[in-house]
């Protein structure tokens, strides 16, 4: 009897390869003029705060590790604190973690 193979969703086995494909593309597109000028801006996507372009870091919507792409719908510029905290999170986990914070 064959086993079936049980699907997570947004959970790949990403190759080595994949991964490191993807992590090119970002560093590319990383020094494209529609990343810069998305820089330029100084807002976190995330928590809304202006911060110096240079301290603004590359986040994956949907990470790589979990199935993400480096396209420019899947990238934006985040604080180093909220993709610190962010991790490997997708959208709705990550907004899930946020709502713990404002239910007191």
């Known amino acids: 009897m064959k086993r079936k193979h049980h699907i997570?969703?947004?959970?790949?086995?990403?190759?080595?390869?994949?991964?490191?494909?993807?992590?090119?593309k970002a560093r590319t597109l990383r020094e494209s003029q529609w990343w810069k000028r998305r820089l330029a801006k100084g807002v976190c996507h995330y928590c809304?705060?202006?911060?110096?372009?240079?301290?603004l870091t590359m986040d994956h919507v949907v990470p790589i590790s979990r199935g993400g792409k480096?396209?420019?719908?899947?990238?934006?510029?985040?604080?180093?604190e909220c993709n610190n905290a962010k991790k490997q999170l997708?959208?709705?986990?990550?907004?899930?973690y946020l709502k713990q914070f404002n239910q007191f």
């Open 8 to 24: 997570q969703p947004f959970a790949y086995d990403l190759g080595d390869d994949d991964q490191k494909r993807e992590r090119h």
């Open 90 to 96: 997708l959208p709705m986990e990550w907004e899930q």
């Open 70 to 80: 480096s396209t420019k719908g899947n990238v934006v510029p985040c604080c180093k």
């Open 48 to 55: 809304s705060r202006a911060t110096s372009p240079k301290n």
